[in-house]
């Protein structure tokens, strides 16, 4: 099986510009989730998806969103970028089911803000 | 709130010996508990899964406890070769059923030759 693809993985942006990052998941999962890493705060939790719908959300100012597809590929958005919102973007996928709980991450989307 | 500690500074030893790490947590009563690797630049990958009911697992070098009691996880490596040197995370399901997990900040191992 293919594993979690993540598109781009290197993007550099000017602050106050927004950016849209891309994520193919595991074929056959339906779950999608969001996390930011930074050197910092470590991994933390931005979203999930599941079916579609947002199942979860994190601790994250409004200008982060995100959205599913019917096919389970999902799009995060980040509008008016601040410095500090460089960081690694990875998404993971699972089964979104009970006892499906393992997540397989992707290589990540390294975001650089100037 | 929910709080995962592991500990935060590199832990060196030498190939061949059993590495150690430790993940402790409060205010949460979690059903299971994962461990992942990550390596540098790359996404985490997941190693084990031990659930609440269990109190240790094992995957051919890796052995996981888990203690609800003292709110703790052990991860073991036995015979820890140069290969097993990348940085090793806990966590915790955010709530329950779904794809919301929290991370503790990390352990790096490095393993001498």
């Known amino acids: 099986k293919a594993g979690v693809t993540q598109t781009p993985r290197y993007l550099i942006k000017t602050r106050g510009q927004q950016v849209t990052l891309s994520c193919s998941p595991i074929?056959?999962?339906?779950?999608v989730s969001w996390y930011q890493q930074t050197p910092g705060q470590g991994l933390q939790f931005l979203f999930e998806y599941f079916s579609e719908t947002q199942r979860n959300k994190g601790n994250f100012p409004g200008r982060f969103s995100g959205r599913q597809f019917s096919n389970s590929r999902s799009e995060m958005n980040v509008s008016t970028l601040e410095l500090g919102d460089s960081a690694l973007y990875l998404c993971?996928?699972?089964?979104?089911?009970?006892?499906?709980?393992?997540?397989?991450f992707g290589p990540g989307t390294r975001l650089t803000v100037t | 709130s929910q709080k995962i500690e592991q500990n935060s500074e590199a832990l060196n030893i030498q190939e061949g010996k059993t590495a150690t790490l430790t993940c402790n947590y409060t205010n949460y009563s979690p059903a299971y508990l994962q461990w992942y690797r990550q390596d540098p630049g790359r996404g985490p990958v997941f190693l084990l899964l031990?659930?609440?009911?269990?109190k240790e697992k094992r995957k051919e070098r890796l052995k996981v406890t888990f203690d609800t009691t003292l709110k703790q996880s052990l991860f073991h490596i036995t015979a820890s070769q140069p290969a097993d040197s990348a940085t090793y995370l806990c966590a915790l399901p955010g709530s329950s059923n779904t794809g919301k997990l929290i991370f503790g900040q990390g352990t790096t191992l490095q393993v001498k030759p």
């Open positions: 031990i659930r609440e009911n269990e």
């Open positions: 993971a996928s699972s089964g979104g089911l009970a006892g499906n709980y393992e997540q397989y």
């Open positions: 074929s056959g999962h339906r779950s």
